[in-house]
């Protein structure tokens, strides 16, 4: 059953009132109510006629089927693991593994984008740890301190976000925007 259809009749309404109320025509509402989903405008206004939420338009009570394999999800992102000490195969390594498996979801892409900048903001924290070592009596020391952070913080982001694909089936740490 439609959203709409069921929104409608619980509140006693016909097409031709739901129409005149939202002046949207009533073929329109019946395109809706067979399967096709509002848009812009048209959802925007039968919302407001019905006295709901644009969302509560949009999504249907039935449950989804979730064909993501999310185990190859899980090798994609602990792939990166043994390359922790080599910055740039540990983008490498996923990339193969997804394009090989064909495994293009978005959290796929966000896993690869989480370990470029991963690996871009490490490059930069390492050059500045390396041009500030004459500051410290212990340079050097300081230098092996914060490229043993650098793989640390690697270590951790790909053990929380692999705990989160198997609680949560999402990704603890993401990025809000895909670099791939």
């Known amino acids: 059953m439609s959203r709409l259809l069921d929104l409608r009749e619980k509140l006693n309404l016909t097409q031709e009132e739901l129409s005149e109320n939202s002046g949207v025509s009533v073929r329109t509402i019946q395109r809706i109510e067979a399967g ?16 709901v939420d644009q969302n509560e338009l949009l999504f249907e009570d039935i449950k989804v089927v979730d064909r993501t394999n999310y185990t190859m999800l899980k090798i994609i992102n602990l792939s990166s693991l043994p390359f922790t000490f080599i910055p740039f195969a540990s983008i490498l390594m996923p990339l193969v593994i997804m394009f090989f498996s ?4 978005p959290i796929a892409k966000q896993i690869v984008s989480v370990q470029i900048m991963w690996t871009i903001s490490s490059a930069v924290v390492f ?23 650098i793989v640390l913080s690697n270590i951790c982001i790909i053990l929380i976000n692999t705990a ?17």
């Open 127 to 149: 050059m500045l740890s390396a041009l500030s070592k004459n500051l410290f009596p212990n340079g050097n020391k300081f230098v092996l301190a914060v490229m043993a952070l």
């Open 102 to 105: 064909k495994q293009f979801h």
């Open 36 to 51: 096709k989903e509002p848009r812009g405008y048209t959802l925007k206004t039968l919302a407001k006629a019905l006295g």
């Open 164 to 180: 989160g694909l198997d609680k949560n089936k999402s990704l603890y740490i993401k990025l809000p925007f895909s670099m791939i």
